[in-house]
């Protein structure tokens, strides 16, 4: 409570009705019908509640002070914290260890207050890598070594160690052309209107989502989901596989996937110009 006060400025009735939600908590278990006596809770909020999330960031916005001490770049999203660091190929080894250090400070500090850091399940994903790079075969995350990994997802998007989004892009299509056979399965059932809701929600907005981070990328790649909205819109015309294309789209209103990055991009740009977006893209420009 009293970081709740000086640390984020949450007093009087706020802080009243935080302090109502979390203190005088008690829990039962109920074993064959037979009910446990109340036990006071201490720490911890009700997994799904509404306020779980909020509570939990403010609970952690410490730990942010324990990373930026080793002079380590970081994002947190909720439960899920990522470090990222650059430096030269010259001091590759020196940046592992720089790492090990932070993650071995930041799994004290998870200790300490009362919270679980699954050392198994922490990826560690080298970008830009050459050959000939003094670097240790892993990292060292509290009991576990965790070798380097070829590729690792990153809130939905799958990085390489290129930044080729190649896998990236595979995945994507693999998942549209899911959603596009179950469409398909009950194509007969629905209107022209329902199918293009269906297609909208399920497959153009996998599409849409982070597709600012496809500018730049080999025209083979961007052929692939192409292909993929290309297919979306004969399925909702039921027309054949050699039917043009170009009319279809123009009739769904449907832009080229080239086009819809680059109006990605412009958007993301207006919305900085004018001062909308977040302040860690705001001050990009």
């Not at 398909?184 to 996998?206: D, F, H, N, P």
């Not at 039917?243 to 919305?271: E, G, V």
Request: glycine letters at 4%; one cysteine or more; hydrophobic letters at 40%.
């Amino acid at each position: 409570m009293t970081r709740l006060d000086s640390t984020f400025g949450i007093r009087d009735l706020a802080l009243s009705f935080f302090r109502s939600y979390l203190q005088d908590r008690t829990q039962v278990v109920t074993v064959n019908g037979i009910k446990s006596s109340p036990s006071l809770l201490t720490c911890g909020v009700p997994q799904g509640s509404v306020l779980g999330p909020i509570l939990f960031i403010l609970y952690t916005q410490p730990l942010s002070d324990v990373i930026s001490h080793h002079s380590v770049s970081h994002h947190m999203f909720a439960d899920d914290t990522e470090l990222y660091k650059s430096d030269s190929p010259s001091e590759a080894f020196t940046l592992s260890r720089t790492i090990e250090a932070c993650i071995s400070d930041v799994k004290v500090w998870v200790v300490q207050n009362k919270l679980q850091l699954n050392d198994d399940k922490t990826e560690i994903l080298l970008i830009g890598s050459a050959p000939g790079i003094d670097l240790p075969s892993s990292v060292r995350v509290g009991q576990s070594d965790i070798s380097f990994s070829s590729a690792a997802r990153n809130l939905g998007v799958i990085f390489d160690s290129e930044l080729a989004l190649k896998e990236q892009v595979n995945k994507l299509c693999q998942l549209a052309y899911l959603e596009i056979r179950r469409i398909g399965s009950i194509r007969q059932y629905l209107s022209v209107e329902a199918t293009k809701t269906l297609v909208s929600s399920l497959v153009l907005s996998r599409l849409d989502y982070c597709n600012a981070l496809l500018a730049g990328c080999p025209q083979v790649l961007l052929d692939k989901i192409q292909r993929v909205i290309n297919c979306s819109a004969r399925l909702i015309y039921k027309a054949s596989k050699s039917a043009h294309i170009t009319p279809l789209l123009f009739d769904l209103h449907w832009l080229p996937i080239s086009s819809r990055i680059q109006y990605k991009i412009a958007l993301t740009c207006f919305h900085i110009i004018s001062g909308t977006a977040p302040p860690y893209l705001s001050e990009l420009l």
